[in-house]
């Protein structure tokens, strides 16, 4: 009797470890049984990225579409992956069923703003250069009165003239026309037009020997003698 009295505190200890151990299990199944499964989801902005370059496309996705959607889902880290083709933007990513609900209905608000997002980039590029073309203009008026009003045969030749590091933009956006002319020709001839803006076939930014930049449509781009084969 009294062996067993001993016993008894060692069976109350052994008892309290297996119903902890028991608890453990039984929440981790729980806890287990309760995670959602995960799906794939794709997004797909209609868009026509013939009219865009390769970083207007990466601006465009990694500028507002992506952390756009991550602020839907600001309590989840979701990674994104995303490709385009001629016709749009596909987005990819990995969750749960109710998270891909939200994705969607805010894919809906995404498409309806989408368009005058890209408008507003398309405005802010235009002006953007404008205002790179109009330093050119300064630049090139310094270089000819100092060489008999004659323009530059490149941009090369305007580097003492470059305070604000421009050079490298030129040669990356900008078609010169200026090789052989002067600053008394015709106030109406081309001096130097954004490529960038003529490749995407809507018009571009043209800077004329009176230096005023105006954006010229496509139907009087071929007037001033810029075609699509000029580099």
């Known amino acids: ?42 997004l797909i902005y209609e868009i026509d990225t013939r009219t865009m370059s390769k970083k207007e496309v990466e601006d465009l996705v990694n500028g507002y579409l992506i952390p756009t959607l991550k602020k839907q889902v600001s309590d989840r880290e979701l990674d994104f992956t995303w490709q385009y083709n001629e016709t749009g933007i596909q987005v990819f990513t990995v969750t749960d069923a109710q998270t891909i609900n939200n994705l969607k209905k805010l894919n809906s608000v995404i498409k309806l703003q989408l368009p005058t997002y890209v408008k507003i980039n398309e405005l802010a590029q235009r002006q953007k250069s404008v205002k790179k073309l109009r330093r050119l203009a300064d630049m090139l008026a310094k270089y000819a009165a100092s060489n008999n009003e004659k323009y530059p045969i490149s941009f090369d030749e305007l580097k003492q003239y470059d305070d604000e590091s421009l050079l ?12 052989g002319k002067t600053r008394s020709d015709p106030p109406d001839i081309a001096i130097a037009y954004d490529r960038i803006l003529f490749e995407k076939g809507k018009g571009t930014n043209v ?25």
């Open 1 to 42: 009797m009294a062996a067993c009295f001993y016993k008894w505190p060692v069976f109350v200890a052994m008892s309290g470890i297996f119903i902890l151990i028991l608890l453990v299990v039984v929440i981790t199944f729980i806890t287990t049984g309760r995670k959602k499964p995960e799906q794939s989801v794709t």
């Open 207 to 231: 800077l004329f020997n009176d230096n005023l930049v105006n954006f010229v449509r496509p139907n009087e781009i071929e007037n001033l003698g810029i075609t699509a084969g000029k580099r």
């Open 168 to 179: 490298p933009w030129l040669h990356e956006n900008i078609e010169y026309l200026g090789k």
